[in-house]
């Protein structure tokens, strides 16, 4: 760790540079929240006219009645994935270099999942019955549908936003506190309710560090529950390409495939924007590059065994879905397997890639391109050539459908340019308490760590 932090710097400079995303925002920020603003606000309008006309404006079409709404569904579940997940897993392995990239990890879950759980209702046709999707009790047990996947898909998410948020906001308790005591005027009335009188006691310590464990453990097994659940939604049809049993642990991997990645690409923005150079070091792109490695590894895996069980099987129906995709959609396929697979696992091997983080930005970014890519791939073609010939028919995302997905990118990365204004974006406290822990006290000729620990 100590390749993590600055030589010695006092208390107050080490508040100062992890606050340093706090301070007064400049031009530049107002800048960047008004372009993004304004292309979720044109978004707003391409689905507003959707409702009032109908879904003919959009590409969608018998048998392609599930489009890019779902796509985009599906990726931006995969990217929430990652962020608390690998977060929970680091705290409880106790792995000291996970401090700084946690509340960047665990942010962009809650916004991911936030803009993945607006898709269902967008792609309802009929939005203004979305409270179908709710589990409620009703006299006449018209609606809910049980067996429907939209249930499925609202139940997950509103468990797991439920779990991420209550994850992120535990963990940021003590740094609130921290802010609070530092600022003035309505920040200072904001993080004096957020943090909820955190005086930093022993005994506040002691049940924060026993919650935020507990959280860990909890939040694991509903992160996979969400991404088997969705994987479930195209797994238990009888469509061709997607009737599989291997599709929930593929759908998985693949989400912390492209969660990882995106954790990688906002740690980089991150480091660059707030120059937090001394705290996101080489050290933990590397550690985040092996972790990267071993999940290409076994995406690679999973989708060569899909892939080796249609061909081997060869069942008509399934290896004409394959072929129809392998055959027009050929730069798409080689762009995923490229971006997702062959570069990914070449690269990340060597140490001088993983420290590069020019390279690393690349890499993540190509990898999360691959995995729109793997998205799509999954639904249209397989959606485009079902099991009756007569019906076979292509599909084009219309200007509505584009619109809407630029404008979620767009409100994601708004969503984060405002969190990271407001709240700090290192877990200030973590970082803090390893430094106490690395401290050096001295007794006799002997120099003993402050607090003794398994690490």
């Not at 606000?41 to 709404?69: E, H, N, Q």
């Not at 995969?78 to 509340?103: C, K, Q």
């Not at 290192?426 to 002997?446: I, P, Y």
Request: proline share 5%; hydrophobic share 50%; glycine share 6%.
């Amino acid at each position: 760790m100590s390749e993590q932090l600055a030589p010695i710097k006092s208390a107050k400079q080490l508040n100062d540079e992890m606050l340093s995303s706090t301070r007064t925002p400049t031009w530049r920020w107002y800048a960047l929240a008004g372009i993004l603003g304004a292309i979720v606000a044109w978004g707003a309008y391409a689905f507003f006219y959707m409702v009032t006309s109908d879904m003919s404006c959009t590409g969608l079409c018998r048998p392609v009645m599930w489009g890019i709404f779902i796509v985009n569904f599906v990726f931006w579940v995969g990217l929430s994935h990652s962020g608390t997940m690998v977060s929970s897993i680091l705290r409880l392995s106790e792995a000291n270099w996970r401090r700084p990239i946690l509340r960047a990890a665990e942010a962009m879950t809650v916004f991911t999942i936030t803009v993945a759980g607006l898709f269902p209702i967008i792609h309802l046709g009929r939005n203004w019955v979305f409270y179908y999707l709710m589990p409620y009790p009703n006299q006449r047990e018209l609606w809910p549908n049980f067996r429907s996947a939209l249930l499925w898909d609202a139940t997950a998410i509103t468990t797991y936003i439920t779990g991420s948020t209550l994850f992120l906001y535990l963990g940021m308790l003590p740094d609130l506190a921290v802010a609070r005591d530092r600022a003035v005027g309505w920040r200072r009335t904001l993080y004096t309710v957020l943090a909820m009188g955190w005086r930093g006691t022993a005994r506040e310590w002691l049940i924060y560090h026993k919650a935020s464990t507990l959280m860990a453990a909890l939040v694991i097994p509903v992160a996979v529950s969400v991404h088997s659940i969705v994987a479930w939604d195209f797994a238990v049809t009888v469509v061709p390409g997607w009737h599989s049993t291997i599709f929930p642990p593929y759908f998985v991997i693949g989400a912390i495939h492209s969660g990882v990645a995106a954790v990688i690409t906002l740690m980089i923005i991150i480091r660059k924007v707030f120059h937090l150079e001394g705290y996101l070091t080489p050290l933990h792109f590397d550690n985040m590059g092996k972790l990267q490695l071993v999940i290409a590894l076994l995406w690679s895996y999973a989708y060569f065994v899909e892939v080796q069980t249609t061909w081997y099987a060869h069942e008509p129906i399934e290896w004409e879905t394959f072929s129809f995709m392998s055959s027009h959609y050929t730069g798409p396929l080689l762009t995923m397997i490229i971006g997702c697979s062959i570069l990914p696992v070449a690269l990340l091997c060597f140490k001088a890639v993983r420290r590069c983080i020019p390279a690393m930005l690349g890499l993540t970014l190509l990898i999360n391109v691959g995995m729109f890519i793997e998205r799509y791939l999954i639904i249209i073609p397989s959606l485009s050539h079902k099991n009756m010939p007569y019906v076979w028919r292509g599909y084009t995302p219309g200007w509505v459908e584009l619109s809407i997905t630029v404008a979620a990118f767009a409100g994601f990365a708004l969503l984060y340019t405002v969190f990271s204004k407001v709240f700090p974006m290192v877990a200030l406290t973590d970082v803090r308490e390893l430094e106490a822990r690395e401290a050096e006290v001295k007794f006799g000729r002997a120099k003993l760590t402050a607090i003794a620990g398994d690490d």
